[in-house]
């Protein structure tokens, strides 16, 4: 009888445990998928070495200015792009500097030049020629995306930083109508 007794007493102990466990403390919800806004944010980070690319691959010749691609170099300060360049002027060899600011219009992207530094030589075209250049290529990264340009910023140690809301519908839409989505 002892035995019984003490196997009831197990199996009682054992399912009040199980209860307890069960009833006191309820399951976790399953997380679930939330769904995207309709504009989520999307962050474009240009570092020094891409704009440096950018700045070599843009540089158009022009008569009597020689600037050798390897002369340029993209440096970001605390709210601005500092090109620097070795240009050959019509002989003369000049350290050259064009400070760059990016600047959100209407919302797009521009890039303003604020001033430029060829030694004593003065080329106002220069600073016409640089700012068609990059800003051209900065707007040709997100060309065909449905974004909205939302913000931009200059940060040391990682570069030009764009922020963008992202149409999701109309990219949706556009990757149907190319056949993409079933």
Known sequence: MRIILLL???ALGVAGTLAYSVFANPPEPVPTAQALPADPPMTVTLGESFLTALVRRGTPAT?????????????????????????????????????????????????????????????????????????????????GMPVTITGVKIERGRGLIVTCN???DRMERQAAAAGAVP
């Open 166 to 168: 992202v149409d999701l």
């Open 63 to 143: 008569q009597g200015v020689s600037v050798p691609p390897t002369a340029l170099r993209a440096e970001v300060r605390d709210d601005a792009i500092v090109i620097h360049a070795n240009v050959d002027v019509l002989g003369k060899l000049t350290q050259g500097t064009a400070v760059l600011h990016p600047v959100l219009r209407d919302g797009k992207l521009k890039i303003e030049v604020v001033e430029t530094n060829l030694g004593d030589l003065s080329i106002p075209a220069m600073e016409q020629v640089l700012e068609q250049q990059i800003d051209q290529r900065l707007r040709s990264l997100l060309d």
């Open 8 to 10: 009831l007493g197990i």
